[in-house]
């Protein structure tokens, strides 16, 4: 089974789902998957698709990079943790050490993005450091 077949569902859920610029390409035995996405929504139902397919991610042989299209520097974002602050980091990464928290449900702005994974941003109150995108929402 090649690259393509094995991951026909998570295209096929790209396409259903309205991402624009959808680019899939093989290299190297590696599928890159590309585009943007039209909310936060369908970045995550992205990935749970993933991992119904490779539930550990260990094949290692899948690239994804989906943006959300409207997570665009300068934008506002709400915090969407589940009830607890979320951490703002020095840096791009859970190893980096924390240096403010943003309040959950607050609004925050989006500086610039590191990666798929950390944004940027700086709260109303001047913190400003790295944070997890998942727990964003685009306002």
Not at 40 to 63: E, H, M, N
Not at 68 to 83: D, E
């Amino acid at each position: 089974m090649g690259l393509q077949d094995k991951y026909k569902p998570l295209v096929d859920s790209a396409n259903a789902s309205g991402v624009k610029n959808l680019q899939v390409r093989e290299q190297d035995n590696v599928l890159y998957i590309d585009g943007e996405a039209p909310s936060g929504a369908v970045k995550d139902q992205l990935w749970a698709t993933y991992d119904q397919i490779d539930p550990d991610y260990r094949s290692a042989d899948l690239v994804m990079n989906i943006n959300v299209s409207n997570m665009v520097a300068g934008a506002k974002a709400k915090v969407t943790t589940q009830t607890s602050n979320l951490n703002i980091r020095k840096g791009p990464g859970t190893d980096q050490p924390i240096v403010g928290k943003a309040a959950h449900n607050e609004i925050v702005t989006l500086v610039s993005k590191s990666n798929d994974q950390w944004w940027l941003i700086r709260t109303d109150g001047g913190a400003e450091g790295y944070v997890y995108a998942q727990y964003l929402s685009v306002q």
